[in-house]
């Protein structure tokens, strides 16, 4: 796989030279004609047979509308993030990608740096889209290989998700990528501050006749890669090194279809941070094996990262038919490098794990519009998926009572597994009456991996009732099957650690399955006046074999888990209101999440975990009964394009799970699992920036921007908890600033 790199290029080479190999075709759409007016898109979003008078940026305009009409989010809940909301939350465009997600509702946060996100009481379970195709997912590391730099706009789609969105259901983030046709300008921005902070970021963007692209490259070095386990204001032994390419084209074929082809690279390196002043010879938990001294301040753990993907896409819009057709693929890898030594002093065990995946497949989506009434959708997903995981363990012989008996010896333990993920959908956009819409549908999926065969028919509702000029009520019910990603599907052969510093007290490991889940989503928003507009909406789903994932053991790759019923329930309340160069947002979500009974995996549990979960119901870890983001900007406009803004916001949550409290009735000394939760917190964010218009067509841009304002000291994760296995800390007080040039 060494060479996946130079493969990646070749193939991006020719496909762009594939698009543009016709050099006179680049300029075979004659400019418009004297006076001649923008295209009107029809209803359903096709292109007017006109439009090949009209010049490349009102095709591309149309074929996006086109584009949207596809796939649209009717009955979903989607909270939307153009390039302004973007610039007016704290760093802007060079903010990690998470950091946007949490300013919409329901979103939970959970190790920052990484990119961990809980969406609606969920642990992941999140499918990304770029430009409406189906990103496949990685290995999930601490890497957050997409940039807000080429996002042109966002949105979260959450609640009764059509039938075009299967498999991951928590969320969907669909991504629209800057454009050279919108966009024609390059840039340079250099940014930094706090923990050592250095980053450059340059993008160019342009097009020449129907062909347009947009390039986008950043290098970040920082000494607070991955969560502080420790409330100190300096983390200790957490530098990182990420640097990340994202390359897009377009080529417009006629004025009703183009080809867009669409890359990403990203390389990624990272120190593991330290907890000093552990005991010699005790890990975190307590557990005694050497009493060797060791510093616990000086282990070297690091974890590199390599995530790459590559789609391409024909798009076609042929009076009432639309039309897009994509392949895609994905190579993903993380490698945990243990310190040999001291992870032998502290826990008795060092693992060097090693996973990569490939994956590839095909989607087509398409939308006919038959009559005023009716508009129906369907398409076709294939993703095939392959996963090596090679792991060397050193472990100590051990007696019946765990102390170690001789020196310390390496086991290998590798293994390879194949999935392949299938999917249908059909559905019909019905509008009953004008204000009144009701689109039913369903998808058949099917899931095959070297662990698990399954497949399920899925219904979809949703009704959509615009019951005046300023209210929209919504209600929806959709059926879910979720797999488990292959890559955190736990794949030890327990065996070999018998009688070893890592063998496990239980030996239960049955297979982890899909979930299946029976969701219902209803909600209102309501126009008060100019401006001002307030939603709630409310959600509530029954699960079977609930999935979750957690980490275990020392590495920091995540290990996957069945509850054998699962509940998550939750209400939200959201608001804005904007008036010239003011806006505002605030977001409130109850969640509520509960699991019984493991029922695989069961080797990553202790015991006496495993006996009460199987009759009692316990929170998920990632839990939080109260999250909110707020926030406010001011935007001056002034002479020219220079322009001066300030903003502020806020994050709140009331805390995720720890274990706390005791079983009943007779042990009160054991903590329940995820029975209590870290305290509270809070994060206030400020920031300014100021533009000025310079000679030559060229803007300058400083910005500064202060993080965690108060410096609060907050907890993120406590180091227990189902599936935790350490201590995390939000980061302290950051000062940062950033200078760039627009050209």
Request: hydrophobic letters at 35%; charged letters at 20%; aromatic letters at 10%.
């Given at each position: 796989m060494k060479t996946r790199l130079p493969l990646l290029f070749l193939v991006l080479a020719a496909s762009l030279f594939a698009i543009t190999r016709n050099d006179a075709r680049a300029d075979s759409l004659p400019p418009p004609a004297p006076n001649a007016s923008p295209a009107v898109p029809k209803a359903n979003g096709a292109a007017d047979s006109g439009l090949t008078t009209l010049a490349p940026l009102i095709v591309t305009a149309t074929l996006d509308q086109a584009r949207s009409q596809i796939v649209p989010n009717l009955g979903a809940t989607a909270y939307s993030f153009a390039q302004d909301q973007i610039d007016s939350i704290s760093q802007g465009d060079n903010s990690p990608f998470n950091q946007l997600l949490l300013r919409a509702p329901g979103v939970a946060e959970d190790s920052a740096t990484n990119g961990d996100l809980h969406v609606r009481g969920e642990?992941?379970?999140?499918?990304?889209?770029?430009?409406?195709?189906?990103?496949?997912?990685?290995?999930?590391?601490?890497?957050?290989?997409?940039?807000?730099?080429?996002?042109?706009?966002?949105?979260?789609?959450?609640?009764?998700?059509?039938?075009?969105?299967?498999?991951?259901?928590?969320?969907?983030?669909?991504?629209?990528?800057?454009?050279?046709?919108?966009?024609?300008g390059d840039?340079?921005?250099?940014?930094?501050?706090?923990?050592?902070?250095?980053?450059?970021?340059?993008?160019?963007?342009?097009?020449?006749?129907?062909?347009?692209?947009?390039?986008?490259?950043?290098?970040?070095?920082?000494?607070?890669?991955?969560?502080?386990?420790?409330?100190?204001?300096?983390?200790?032994?957490?530098?990182?090194?990420?640097?990340?390419l994202f390359i897009g084209g377009s080529d417009i074929l006629d004025s009703s279809s183009r080809i867009t082809v669409l890359a990403g690279i990203s390389s990624s390196n990272y120190q593991v941070p330290d907890t000093p002043g552990l005991p010699a010879g005790t890990s975190p938990d307590g557990m005694a094996w050497l009493h060797v001294a060791f510093n616990s301040a000086d282990l070297n753990e690091r974890q590199t990262e390599q995530n790459d993907y590559l789609i391409s896409a024909y798009q076609k819009s042929a009076g009432d038919l639309n039309l897009q057709v994509a392949e895609y693929c994905r190579y993903s890898s993380v490698h945990f490098i243990p310190d040999p030594t001291g992870d032998l002093n502290f826990t008795g065990v060092a693992t060097d794990i090693d996973r990569t995946i490939?994956?590839?497949?095909?989607?087509?989506?398409?939308?006919?519009?038959?009559?005023?009434?009716?508009?129906?959708?369907?398409?076709?997903?294939?993703?095939?998926?392959?996963?090596?995981?090679?792991?060397?363990?050193?472990?100590?012989?051990?007696?019946?009572?765990?102390?170690?008996?001789?020196?310390?010896?390496?086991?290998?333990?590798?293994?390879?597994?194949?999935?392949?993920?299938?999917?249908?959908?059909?559905?019909?956009?019905?509008?009953?009456?004008?204000?009144?819409?009701?689109?039913?549908?369903?998808?058949?999926?099917?899931?095959?991996?070297?662990?698990?065969?399954?497949?399920?028919?899925?219904?979809?509702?949703?009704?959509?009732?615009?019951?005046?000029?300023?209210?929209?009520?919504?209600?929806?019910?959709?059926?879910?099957?979720?797999?488990p990603p292959l890559e955190n599907v736990p794949g030890t052969t327990l065996t070999l650690f018998n009688g070893t510093s890592n063998a496990s007290p239980v030996t239960e490991d049955d297979?982890?399955?899909?979930?299946?889940?029976?969701?219902?989503?209803?909600?209102?928003?309501?126009?008060?006046?100019?401006?001002?507009?307030?939603?709630?909406?409310?959600?509530?789903?029954?699960?079977?074999?609930?999935?979750?994932?957690?980490?275990?053991?020392?590495?920091?790759?995540?290990?996957?888990?069945?509850?054998?019923?699962?509940?998550?329930?939750?209400?939200?309340?959201?608001?804005?209101?904007?008036?010239?160069?003011?806006?505002?947002?605030?977001?409130?979500?109850?969640?509520?999440?509960?699991?019984?009974?493991?029922?695989?995996a069961q080797f990553l549990f202790l015991p006496n975990d495993l006996a009460y979960v199987q009759d009692h119901w316990i929170f998920l870890d990632h839990d939080q009964a109260l999250t909110s983001s707020s926030g406010m900007s001011y935007l001056w406009k002034e002479c020219?394009?220079?322009?001066?803004r300030i903003f502020a916001d806020m994050l709140t949550g009331s805390g995720l799970r720890q274990d706390g409290g005791g079983f009943e009735p007779n042990d009160l000394a054991a903590p329940i699992p995820n029975g209590a939760s870290v305290p509270s917190y809070y994060s206030v964010n400020?920031?300014?920036?100021?533009?000025?218009?310079?000679?030559?067509?060229?803007?300058?841009?400083?910005?500064?921007?202060?993080?965690?304002?108060?410096?609060?000291?907050?907890?993120l994760r406590s180091?227990?908890?189902?599936?935790?296995?350490?201590?995390?800390?939000g980061m302290r007080r950051g000062l940062f600033g950033s200078v760039g040039l627009e050209f």
């Open positions: 642990h992941a379970n999140l499918q990304y889209r770029i430009d409406g195709v189906l990103l496949p997912e990685g290995i999930t590391g601490f890497g957050l290989e997409l940039d807000p730099r080429f996002v042109f706009s966002m949105q979260l789609i959450t609640g009764s998700l059509p039938a075009q969105y299967g498999f991951r259901t928590a969320g969907v983030i669909d991504i629209i990528t800057k454009s050279g046709v919108l966009e024609d840039g340079l921005d250099i940014y930094g501050g706090s923990y050592r902070t250095d980053r450059a970021s340059v993008e160019a963007g342009g097009a020449a006749g129907s062909f347009s692209y947009f390039v986008e490259g950043s290098y970040d070095h920082n000494d607070i890669g991955i969560e502080n386990p420790t409330p100190s204001a300096t983390p200790l032994h957490d530098a990182s090194d990420q640097s990340k490939s994956s590839g497949g095909l989607q087509a989506d398409a939308s006919y519009a038959g009559s005023d009434s009716h508009t129906l959708r369907g398409g076709v997903m294939l993703l095939d998926e392959s996963l090596d995981a090679n792991t060397t363990t050193t472990v100590f012989p051990v007696n019946a009572d765990g102390d170690p008996t001789g020196a310390p010896r390496p086991i290998v333990d590798d293994n390879a597994q194949h999935a392949l993920f299938a999917g249908a959908y059909l559905q019909d956009e019905w509008k009953v009456v004008p204000s009144v819409t009701l689109n039913y549908g369903a998808r058949l999926d099917s899931y095959s991996s070297s662990f698990d065969h399954e497949g399920q028919l899925s219904p979809r509702l949703n009704l959509i009732d615009q019951a005046g000029i300023s209210t929209v009520l919504h209600a929806g019910y959709s059926r879910y099957f979720t797999p297979s982890v399955k899909a979930e299946r889940s029976d969701y219902f989503d209803a909600g209102v928003s309501q126009n008060l006046a100019p401006g001002l507009q307030v939603g709630a909406d409310g959600y509530y789903k029954s699960a079977h074999n609930q999935l979750d994932d957690g980490l275990f053991g020392q590495s920091l790759i995540l290990s996957a888990f069945n509850y054998r019923e699962g509940r998550v329930g939750g209400l939200e309340f959201t608001s804005s209101f904007t008036r010239g160069g003011f806006s505002s947002y605030a977001n409130l979500a109850w969640s509520k999440a509960l699991g019984k009974d493991w029922d695989s020219g394009r220079r322009r001066t400020l920031g300014a920036e100021q533009t000025f218009d310079l000679q030559a067509r060229t803007l300058l841009k400083v910005r500064l921007d202060i993080v965690n304002l108060t410096d609060q000291v907050y907890e180091g227990t908890g189902v599936g935790v296995n350490a201590a995390q800390f």
